[in-house]
Each structure stands twice: as C-alpha cells, then as structure tokens.
C-alpha cells in the first residue's frame, strides 16, 4: 500500500469571520481531486466557532456525522429532538443520517469560542430509514 502524507499546512482553510475551517478533504469552497475522500471517510474539518455564532438548520442524508468538541460547548437541535442539547469536551456525538434529517449547531457559549472536529463517513448501506443521533462520553 502506498503511503500518503498530507500536511496540516495542504488543507483547505476558510475564514467566514465566525468561521474559522481547516478541511483535510475537499469540501465547500475547497476542491483538491487527490483529496476527496480516503475511503470511506469523506470529511474532516477542524473548525473554530465564534461565540453565539453557528450553522442554522439544514439538512443531511446518506452520512455518518461524528462531532467531536475539544474546547467549548457545542449546541444541537435536530428535527428528532426539539430542545437543544449540549455536546461537551470529553463528550462525542454521533448522528446517522440514512433517509434524511436537519439539525443545526452553534457555539453555546456567549464569550468563548468552540472548537472542534467534525468527521464524516460514507454509510456501507445508502437510504437506511433509521436516523439517529447519540452522545457518547470518551
């Protein structure tokens, strides 16, 4: 097998002002063909999230979406829960999206900001009707 090395510095970076987005694979405005995938992982983004600030609701399907906070407290409310649950350093939230859900995310916090890693897996069976999302604690 061949081995590859992809430097911190060869991601994709992005500065939406409340947004700060390092990409390892293509994803968004970031488009590199040698960088789409590796397998079954599709993305890996290593994100900074201003204060009060975060992705409104939209939707995803066909993915496995694991949300890892290193620093913060993330916010999720998705279209299975109506309240908003807090996802904590420590903390890992998995949510499988088969046949489709919407959720959005922002940074819980109103003075610090969030970071965190968002990854992404390319499901082995597409259109699967169970969609959920759990929280696990490392």
Do not use: Y
């Amino acid at each position: 097998m061949k081995t590859i090395i992809h430097t911190a510095d060869s991601r994709g970076f992005a500065n939406h002002g409340w947004l700060q987005a390092n990409h390892s694979f293509s994803f968004a405005n970031f488009h590199n063909p040698e960088k789409v995938n590796f397998g079954a992982l599709r993305v890996l983004n290593d994100d900074v999230i201003a204060p009060k600030m975060g992705f409104g609701t939209h939707p995803h399907d066909n993915m496995e979406i694991i949300t890892i906070p290193l620093k913060g407290v993330l916010k999720h409310r998705d279209s299975m829960h109506d309240a908003w649950q807090a996802v904590l350093p420590g903390e890992v939230q998995i949510m499988s999206a088969g046949t489709g859900l919407e959720h959005s995310e922002i940074n819980g916090s109103v003075d610090d900001h969030l970071s965190l890693f968002q990854i992404w897996v390319i499901p082995n069976k597409e259109n699967v009707t169970l969609d959920m999302i759990k929280k696990c604690s490392m």
